[in-house]
């Protein structure tokens, strides 16, 4: 119940303030986030984090797979693309290759 109540005054707060500083000040903030955004060291960063991110997801998918894989129900490893077809290469129901 406390948390609730934390939780509501918080939002009242930030409602209240909110409103106070108004259209100008949204406005404002909205333009730097944008700056912000479009600068070309904050994409290159972005990117990097995403495609790091989805190496890693590969790596750990992959792991689990080939240790899990095999305890897999057939109905759950027909759902999921990388247990399909477990000689790996192929082409999944989209006709795109399974890498």
Do not use: C
Not at 9 to 34: D, F, M, P
Not at 63 to 72: F, H, W
């Amino acid at each position: 119940m406390r948390y609730k109540v934390t939780f509501v005054v918080g939002l009242a707060l930030g409602y209240v303030l909110g409103t106070r500083a108004g259209r100008e000040r949204y406005e404002q903030l909205k333009k730097s986030a944008r700056e912000i955004a479009q600068n070309p060291a904050v994409r290159n960063a972005a990117e990097t984090a995403g495609h790091t991110g989805r190496q890693y997801a590969g790596r750990a998918f992959t792991a689990v797979s080939e240790r899990v894989g095999d305890a897999v129900p057939a109905s759950l490893a027909g759902r999921v693309r990388g247990l399909r077809d477990r000689s790996g290469g192929g082409e999944d129901d989209w006709g795109t290759s399974n890498t």
